[in-house]
């Protein structure tokens, strides 16, 4: 039995829908569904008998102590995170609640779990922290990338949150001996993803046939990484990860913003293209930058490579589009995701 953390949002479901096609070993999954919480991504495998849903947060103490003790967890993977800068930049206090507070108190719980558990438990036992590369901050144009020394320059409340979570993690397992392993991602993309991130939501207004949004000069650089490869790569160091280690994952795939978005237009035109014949691109709108954007992020993942034999499947290429044809064959799941405070959220953002 394994606990995923956060396992009804965007990479946590993705995972959980991917482990229980690979393995037989059965998942409980703690969310506590806030607004990119979705049962429905969940909705392939809501009878089978090896996924175990319950509802709730990591900050509530008790609720994961009696989770641990009642089903005897042999790892737990945290994904449970607040996690876009737009809404960190507005309402910071959740962000410290569930990614502070809520890393803080989870990691209370396995401490007095482990505690009352055998030696052999004990060695067997893995803590998988799901971080981000924006802790490290933002890379000159020509600066390497960032690797796992890099030192810590979170630059939004949201990055500060989980470069706080990174913290704790590492300080539980210096100062408890909490067997852990931590994982910095750059951005991720695929099915599930909540449409107020980059690609989904280009992807749903121009559809709609709304403007595209692009923040400023569109020239800021994101490494890609398609979430399939994501959950991968956290198998891999679940399995090989060296205990108290970091491990930066990433796709290798570093482009602008404003490349991405003509991309997902190309694609567009040729998938479903307009009646009119016009290109998706006519609806571009640049917009104010939004406040503190870093610039560039790019992860260099050679310890990952090298250490465990980890790689990408996906090329940005290749993962796009696969995206692209997510979305149009689940329009069903982007209009339940997209309505009411969704609507007022992003009329909000980008006016």
Not at 270 to 287: C, D, T, W
């Amino acid at each position: 039995m394994i606990l995923v953390t956060g396992g009804a949002g965007f990479i946590g479901a993705n995972f959980v829908l991917d482990w229980l096609a690979l393995h037989d070993e059965p998942v409980v999954n703690l969310d506590a569904l806030t607004y990119a919480g979705n049962l429905e991504n969940l909705n392939s495998i809501w009878s089978d008998p090896r996924h175990v849903f319950v509802k709730g947060s990591i900050a509530d103490y008790d609720l994961v102590d009696a989770l641990l003790r009642s089903h005897q967890p042999r790892a737990i993977l945290n994904f449970a995170a607040e996690s876009h800068v737009d809404r960190s930049i507005h309402g910071p206090e959740e962000f410290i609640q569930t990614n502070i507070v809520g890393t803080f108190r989870l990691l209370e719980a396995i401490r007095g779990f482990l505690a009352s558990q055998n030696e052999d438990f004990r060695e067997s036992f893995r803590f998988l922290h799901v971080s981000t590369d924006e802790v490290y901050g933002s890379l000159a144009p020509d600066e390497a990338a960032f690797s796992e020394h890099r030192k810590y320059e979170p630059n939004s409340p949201y990055s500060a949150s989980k470069a706080a979570s990174d913290h704790l993690v590492r300080a539980y397992h210096h100062t408890y001996g909490l067997p852990v392993l931590t994982t910095n991602c750059s951005n991720n993309y695929g099915p599930y993803h909540f449409p107020e991130k980059l690609i989904p939501l280009v992807i749903h207004n121009a559809l709609s046939g709304k403007q595209i949004p692009i923040y400023g000069d569109g020239m800021q650089v994101r490494d890609w990484l398609f979430v399939k490869d994501h959950c991968s790569a956290i198998r891999r160091v679940l399995e090989r990860g060296k205990v108290g280690e970091t491990y930066n994952v990433g796709g290798r795939n570093e482009l602008t913003n404003l490349s991405v978005v003509n991309t997902l237009c190309e694609i567009l035109d040729e998938l479903r293209p307009l009646p009119n014949g016009a290109s998706y691109k006519a609806q571009i709108s640049f917009v104010r930058d939004r406040p503190g954007h870093d610039r560039r992020y790019a992860i260099d993942a050679a310890k990952i490579e090298r250490e465990l034999d980890w790689r990408p499947s996906e090329t940005f290429e290749t993962g796009i589009r696969k995206t692209v044809e997510w979305y149009l064959a689940n329009d069903a799941w982007v209009e339940n995701v997209t309505s009411g405070s969704y609507r007022q959220w992003i009329n909000r953002q980008y006016q």
